[in-house]
């Protein structure tokens, strides 16, 4: 049972460049959200999907782009990667929005 | 501003010394407190969640209160590998979904 599954573990961008983090999830969960953890500072929700077919922001949308591509995947862009950027993601998971959320292992992004 | 504070920021322990990590809550109504543990190069995982002042849940060596304005997570005769982070997030009761997570309380409980 693989549970939430994130695509690369790490990665090293330039400024500038895109790039396409990939998430999937096996426990049949309406609901998906893509975080980012910084040294000192809480999760932070970037997007959220509380159903199939609906995208919303959270606190920090800015820079990114979501796909919710069907009910087990949700895909987060950086369109034009800036050194703010520099994270780790986390993508979750959740059988109804405001339920307990199942997490993956994390991105860990660095651009320079 | 709804914001969530977690204290102390770090906790060393011996193994066997009990003590109390603290998640201070300020937020336009709860419609739900959450407790995760996260290890080293892993993602946060589920513990607990309360709903409402004076709910309490157990787990083996930890124990979750809610108050109106905070919660604590208990740890009882701790072990070494109940070193992690904990993480409280606090879901407010606004117009639409919202999730703030405090910044962790990082324990290290020693042999």
């Known amino acids: 049972n693989a549970g939430v599954t994130q695509t690369p573990k790490f990665q090293v961008l330039k400024t500038g460049q895109s790039m396409t983090l990939q998430c999937a999830q096996d426990?049949?969960?309406?609901?998906m959200y893509w975080y980012r953890q910084d040294p000192g500072m809480g999760l932070r929700l970037i997007y959220y999907?509380?159903?199939?077919?609906?995208?919303d922001k959270g606190e920090v949308p800015n820079g990114y782009n979501v796909s919710r591509l069907n009910k087990r995947e949700f895909s987060l862009r950086l369109e034009s990667a800036a050194p703010s950027q520099t994270s780790v993601y986390f993508c979750?998971?959740?059988?109804?929005?405001?339920?307990?959320?199942?997490f993956g292992d994390g991105t860990r992004l660095s651009i320079l | 501003e709804d914001q969530v504070t977690q204290s102390p920021e770090a906790l060393r322990l011996q193994e066997g010394e009990s003590s109390s990590l603290n998640c201070s809550y300020t937020?336009?109504?709860?419609?739900?407190l959450f407790w995760y543990r996260q290890d080293p190069g892993k993602g946060p995982e589920f513990l607990f969640t309360?709903?409402?002042a004076g709910e309490e849940k157990e787990k083996e060596r930890l124990k979750a209160t809610l108050t109106k304005k905070e919660s604590f997570l208990h740890i009882t005769a701790p072990k070494p590998e109940d070193s992690a982070t904990y993480l409280c997030?606090?879901?407010?009761?606004?117009?639409?979904?919202?999730?703030?997570f405090g910044a962790g309380t990082r324990l290290f409980v020693k042999a």
């Open positions: 979750a998971s959740s059988l109804m929005v405001e339920q307990p959320q199942h």
């Open positions: 426990m049949n969960h309406n609901s």
């Open positions: 999907s509380a159903s199939e077919g609906t995208t």
């Open positions: 937020v336009s109504g709860l419609r739900g």
């Open positions: 309360l709903y409402s």
């Open positions: 997030a606090v879901h407010p009761n606004t117009g639409g979904f919202k999730t703030i």
